[in-house]
């Protein structure tokens, strides 16, 4: 019911929980207000990302993989369809294969003097820490892949990812006898064909076994080729938010968990389309992000869908289709995929790694079609 003067919406309301309910059921009825409504909006906007079809990008900042999300959450949501475009951290990816190797990660005290974990080799995020040997051993696995003739060329971050992915899936073969068991997001994104964007590679720990490769490439020990095609990559990303709004689903929706590097390179494919290329595109349609930011510090990780859409971002409809949840992603997360996975629901696979050479085809000739007028952008003044 919506008061006559259509100053109030529906009425604030609950009933008593039995613990007998289905998720979706929890937070239709308990989640009635304050963040909690934003908690009960997100996954209603979620909802209609799925019910509609949308091609789905997920973007997640920080180190989440050690706090193991990425097998409670990410994983089900690549394995059942949910997500078509994965956009994270190297902390996350790098972190992500502790695990599949044999390496153990542990709760532990985050107000205990930080001195004595340095004195004993502990390494510690915020409340989970695991033994220093687990980063070198870690990086004598991704030291090896990389001086592999594989990566002995240019290639962009999906490509080295699902290089990756696939590499690791065959450690994950012998140790567990079937590679899709395994909860590496890297050996599932590459078994599902889901592209691994990461915006910035040299902020991360896989990169720095790079740098140490080609500096001893260049004191003169083994050849070393391997680099990241940078403005390939962009392009690509743009190449398939076009594909996916041209040719594909027609809807695009991203689901942003944290905020950073992740966030920001998720939503740049529009403005790359648009302001740099002139092609025509409107943007995300869906958009729920999940991050504990203030919203008026002018950070990127704050920034709604709303002051998106005035860099061209986000649709005009997304705006209105969109919700910030205040909140940490870890408390509110697991309970959206519960919800999804619980209720049936389920989604296109895209496969978008095996689209991208369509997807680059298809804006190729629509950039074409603007030559003459971004030859003029690059006269000055």
Same mark, same amino acid.
């Not at 259509?6 to 309301?13: D, E, H, T, W």
């Not at 949910?82 to 709760?107: C, M, P, Q, W």
């Not at 398939?240 to 939503?267: D, F, M, Q, R």
């Not at 943007?283 to 869908?305: E, F, K, R, W």
């Given at each position: 019911?919506? @008061?006559?003067?259509?100053?109030?919406?529906?009425?604030?309301?609950?009933?008593?929980?039995?613990?007998?309910?289905?998720? &979706?059921?929890?937070? +239709? =009825?308990?989640?009635?207000?304050?963040?909690?409504?934003?908690?009960?909006?997100?996954? !209603?906007?979620?909802?209609?990302?799925?019910?509609?079809?949308?091609?789905?990008?997920?973007?997640?900042?920080? /180190?989440?993989?050690?706090?193991?999300?990425?097998?409670?959450?990410? #994983?089900?949501?690549?394995?059942?369809?949910?997500?078509?475009?994965?956009?994270?951290?190297?902390? =996350? $990816?790098?972190?992500?294969?502790?695990? $599949?190797?044999?390496? +153990?990660?542990?709760?532990?005290?985050?107000?205990?003097?930080?001195?004595?974990?340095?004195?004993?080799?502990?390494?510690?995020?915020?409340?989970?820490?695991?033994?220093?040997?687990?980063?070198?051993?870690?990086?004598?696995?991704?030291?090896?892949?990389?001086?592999?003739?594989?990566?002995? +060329?240019?290639?962009?971050?999906?490509?080295?990812?699902?290089?990756?992915?696939?590499?690791?899936? !065959?450690?994950?073969?012998?140790?567990?006898?079937? /590679? @899709?068991? @395994?909860? %590496?997001?890297?050996?599932?994104?590459?078994?599902? *064909?889901?592209?691994?964007?990461?915006?910035?590679?040299?902020?991360?720990?896989?990169?720095? =076994?790079?740098?140490? $490769?080609?500096?001893?490439?260049?004191?003169?020990?083994?050849?070393?080729?391997?680099?990241?095609?940078?403005?390939?990559?962009?392009?690509?990303?743009?190449?398939?938010?076009?594909?996916?709004?041209?040719?594909?689903? &027609?809807?695009?929706?991203?689901? #942003?968990?944290?905020?950073?590097?992740?966030?920001?390179?998720?939503?740049?494919?529009?403005?790359?389309?648009?302001? #740099?290329?002139?092609?025509?595109?409107?943007?995300?349609?869906?958009?729920?992000?999940?991050?504990?930011?203030?919203?008026?510090?002018?950070?990127? %990780? %704050?920034?709604?869908?709303?002051?998106?859409?005035?860099?061209?971002?986000?649709?005009?409809?997304?705006?209105? =289709?969109?919700?910030?949840?205040?909140?940490?992603?870890?408390?509110?997360?697991?309970?959206?995929?519960?919800?999804?996975?619980?209720?049936?629901? !389920?989604?296109?696979?895209?496969?978008?790694?095996?689209? *991208?050479?369509?997807?680059?085809? $298809?804006?190729?000739?629509?950039?074409?079609?603007?030559?003459?007028?971004?030859? &003029?952008?690059?006269?000055?003044?």
């Amino acid at each position: 019911m919506v @008061s006559k003067n259509g100053l109030m919406g529906s009425k604030v309301a609950t009933a008593p929980i039995t613990g007998k309910e289905k998720t &979706k059921e929890l937070i +239709e =009825n308990a989640f009635p207000a304050f963040v909690g409504r934003q908690v009960r909006n997100g996954y !209603r906007v979620i909802e209609r990302m799925v019910e509609e079809d949308c091609a789905v990008v997920m973007a997640m900042s920080g /180190a989440m993989t050690p706090a193991d999300l990425g097998t409670s959450c990410v #994983i089900p949501l690549i394995k059942s369809g949910f997500v078509d475009v994965f956009v994270t951290t190297g902390a =996350n $990816l790098y972190h992500d294969v502790h695990r $599949l190797i044999g390496k +153990e990660l542990f709760s532990v005290d985050p107000v205990y003097d930080d001195r004595e974990y340095r004195g004993q080799g502990v390494i510690r995020i915020y409340d989970v820490g695991f033994d220093e040997s687990v980063l070198f051993d870690t990086d004598k696995l991704f030291s090896h892949l990389l001086s592999q003739p594989p990566y002995q +060329e240019s290639m962009t971050t999906p490509e080295f990812h699902y290089l990756l992915g696939l590499d690791l899936a !065959r450690i994950a073969e012998q140790k567990l006898g079937d /590679a @899709s068991k @395994s909860n %590496s997001i890297l050996v599932q994104a590459a078994l599902n *064909k889901v592209p691994v964007f990461c915006g910035a590679p040299q902020d991360g720990s896989i990169f720095l =076994n790079a740098v140490k $490769l080609a500096r001893m490439a260049a004191l003169g020990e083994k050849e070393f080729r391997f680099s990241l095609d940078l403005a390939r990559d962009v392009y690509e990303f743009s190449a398939l938010h076009y594909y996916a709004k041209n040719h594909a689903t &027609k809807k695009l929706a991203v689901i #942003i968990v944290g905020g950073g590097v992740p966030k920001n390179y998720s939503l740049q494919p529009e403005p790359m389309l648009s302001q #740099i290329l002139f092609v025509e595109t409107d943007g995300y349609d869906y958009d729920v992000q999940i991050c504990d930011a203030n919203v008026d510090n002018g950070a990127l %990780s %704050s920034c709604t869908a709303g002051e998106g859409h005035t860099w061209g971002k986000t649709s005009a409809e997304c705006v209105v =289709n969109s919700q910030y949840v205040h909140a940490d992603a870890t408390a509110v997360l697991p309970f959206y995929v519960h919800g999804l996975l619980q209720s049936g629901l !389920r989604k296109t696979p895209r496969r978008f790694m095996e689209k *991208k050479a369509e997807a680059v085809s $298809l804006l190729d000739a629509a950039v074409k079609k603007k030559l003459p007028a971004l030859k &003029k952008t690059v006269e000055f003044p």
